[in-house]
């Protein structure tokens, strides 16, 4: 399994927490690799399985500038055998706590087979690393699932 997990991080909390979800997957056998957005091209979607996005919030709930492209290419793509996930950091003083999560993870639901959403409150704490090993798993079991082999449990 071969999974991308491309985020975009200003103050350093999506940064983080795209590290800690990259950690829990190298606890199993699978090809992951970790992306900065303007490290990533978007033409390469299809050559993953998987792939998880990282968004912080911009304005007024928004998606930060740099990740416009990004999102217009799942669009394009319509693939639903690609398994997605979206997460983010986000400040619950705003009014749309997370929005730019939201506006990914309605397209993704669209557009691929959305597996998992995770939202973490400011720089992930220690409640968010286990949140985060069930994001994992769940992508990982959503590979699974699609695979031939859909009526056995993936091992974790």
Known sequence: MKIAIV???VTG????LA???????????VDVMIYKIEDFRSSSLNHFDAVAVGTYT???GEIPREMWKLYHAFESLGNK????AVFGTGDSFYPKYCGAVDLFRDMLYVH???AATLK???LPQIQDFQRSQQFVKSILQRH?????NSNLKYKI
């Open 13 to 16: 909390n999506t940064r983080e």
């Open 58 to 60: 911009w304005g007024d």
């Open 81 to 84: 055998d690609l398994v997605t």
């Open 112 to 114: 691929t087979n959305l």
């Open 120 to 122: 973490v409150e400011l």
């Open 19 to 29: 590290d800690v979800i990259y950690r829990n997957f190298l606890g199993h056998s």
């Open 144 to 148: 699974y699932d699609i695979g031939k």
């Open 7 to 9: 985020y975009s991080s």
